[in-house]
């Protein structure tokens, strides 16, 4: 248990969050970065990062801690995330990458034993702040899960459109716009555009997950976070989604999840290693899979361990 808080006021994650240990610090994105910001290595950045990708940060999580009960999951994690990016979450079964995930959407309040201390904005805002309802966050951080879960005898159409629907849009025309547009952008359109009315369930498995990240990003999120989203798939529907994430990071900013260290190494421009709800390391990927600063990192990357 956090030493500084009491168990009265550890009951849920937006009433924690004011316990943080630690109020004075500047939660603004312009805060002098911490020493895991891998941001502040300029040349291996730049040489790293695509030239769409900003150098402005996305998402800054300042001291997170999360429990389940007694069990202290994460443990101080700070980090940026750069925005027009993508980023990859790696490290051992249990380590505490989707609690991670999950955190920057607000996933945990469903969860009654779940707490959390620390900060998260996002583009500046202060996203467990008193009055932020969890689905406006949501609606701007969207996420995919590792087994895909369209609403089976929806059809495709509505599969898209449901949260575009649940925020009282009504407008035909521009629901139609609105699902070609996000099924263009999950790579689907083609696959699907005869058939739009067809039940969800009448799609392959890859094609189900397309369909999941088209209807995460009909709402048109800022963020798209991903847990593990081809772990499931066979090699060439987890060659599409990689394409697809490759292509949605000109305008998104994404957080992938995944245990392929290829897939890490391929797609993503930076990456975070956890380890017992510990950062051990995060920097510019090519440098963690090339020459990371920590022994457990290199066991990790090299599948000496994990
Ligand atoms: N809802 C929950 N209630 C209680 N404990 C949880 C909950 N979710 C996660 N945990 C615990 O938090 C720890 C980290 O779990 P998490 O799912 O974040 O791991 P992970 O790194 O994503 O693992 P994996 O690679 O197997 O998906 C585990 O000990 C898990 O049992
Ligand atoms: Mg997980």
Redesign the pocket.
């Known amino acids: 248990m956090n030493p500084t808080m009491t168990p009265g006021e550890e009951k849920t994650i937006p009433q924690t969050r004011r316990e943080s240990k630690d109020e004075s610090r500047e939660p603004t994105p312009n805060a002098p970065r911490p020493t895991l910001d891998p941001l502040a290595q300029r040349s291996e950045a730049e040489t790293a990062r695509p030239s769409t990708a900003s150098a402005v940060s996305a998402l800054t999580v300042r001291h997170l801690s999360v429990f389940?009960?007694e069990?202290h999951?994460?443990k101080d994690v700070s980090l940026d995330i750069a925005a027009r990016a993508v980023t990859a979450i790696i490290?051992?079964?249990?380590?505490?990458?989707?609690?991670?995930?999950?955190a920057l959407n607000r996933m945990?309040e469903l969860?009654p034993?779940?707490r959390m201390t620390g900060e998260i904005r996002l583009f500046g805002d202060d996203i467990y702040a008193p009055g932020i309802e969890p689905v406006v966050v949501r609606r701007r951080v969207g996420m995919v899960f590792?087994k895909s879960n369209p609403f089976p005898t929806m059809s495709i159409t509505d599969n898209v459109t449901v949260g575009l629907r649940l925020n009282g849009l009504r407008d035909r025309k521009l629901l139609a716009e609105r699902t070609e547009q996000s099924l263009r952008m999950a790579a689907l359109w083609d696959e699907v555009k005869d058939r739009l009315n067809a039940p969800a369930i009448s799609l392959s498995g890859g094609q189900q997950q397309r369909l999941c990240i088209a209807r995460a990003l009909a709402v048109q999120p800022e963020v798209l976070l991903m847990?593990?989203p081809a772990s499931a798939l066979d090699p060439l529907a987890t060659s599409k989604i990689e394409d697809l994430i490759l292509e949605l990071k000109k305008d998104y900013t994404i957080v992938i999840?995944t245990?392929n260290m290829q897939q890490a190494a391929r797609m993503s421009d930076f990456t975070a290693f956890?380890y017992l709800?510990e950062l051990v390391e995060f920097d510019v990927t090519k440098k963690i899979f090339a020459s990371p600063a920590k022994k457990q990192t290199e066991d990790y990357v090299t599948g000496r361990f994990g």
């Open positions: 389940f009960g069990n999951v994460l490290g051992p079964s249990g380590c505490g990458k989707s609690t991670f995930l999950r945990h969860v034993e779940a590792q847990d593990e999840v245990h956890l709800g």
